[in-house]
């Protein structure tokens, strides 16, 4: 079994910034893409941001040029360095990742953390 684990979400202030976590453990083979997600109340899932296993990222338009997605491979980590925050940053942030050999790549999920921007 494998399991994720989102850290580091919260309060903060618009104009603010805060550091995701998410941590991968269990039978791990090999983890291809690593993905942020996020869903805001009354909306669907949408991803934030992804990164390839080679490190190849991409982003939302809306938070690009404010958020930095980056993986730490030996540890089974990835990361959401999330600056200049907004109030429509506000939602749940599930980290996302593909793991197997890639003719059989299972997603695994993380059970989500909410991360609220407000004054």
């Known amino acids: 079994q494998v399991q994720l684990e989102e850290s580091g979400g919260g309060l903060v202030q618009p104009g603010g910034s805060l550091r995701l976590s998410c941590a991968a453990s269990?039978?791990?083979?090999?983890?291809?893409?690593m993905d942020w997600y996020r869903q805001a109340p009354g909306k669907e899932r949408e991803l934030v941001a992804g990164?390839?296993?080679?490190?190849?990222?991409n982003y939302a338009d809306s938070v690009k040029g404010r958020f930095t997605i980056s993986r730490d491979n030996a540890k089974n980590m990835v990361y959401l360095q999330m600056n200049s925050l907004k109030p429509e940053d506000t939602a749940v942030y599930f980290c996302?990742?593909?793991?197997?050999?890639?003719?059989?790549?299972?997603?695994?999920w993380g059970k989500g953390m909410l991360v609220t921007v407000s004054s």
């Open positions: 269990g039978s791990i083979f090999s983890i291809n893409d």
């Open positions: 990164i390839s296993s080679g490190g190849r990222t």
């Open positions: 996302n990742a593909r793991i197997g050999p890639m003719s059989r790549l299972v997603s695994y």
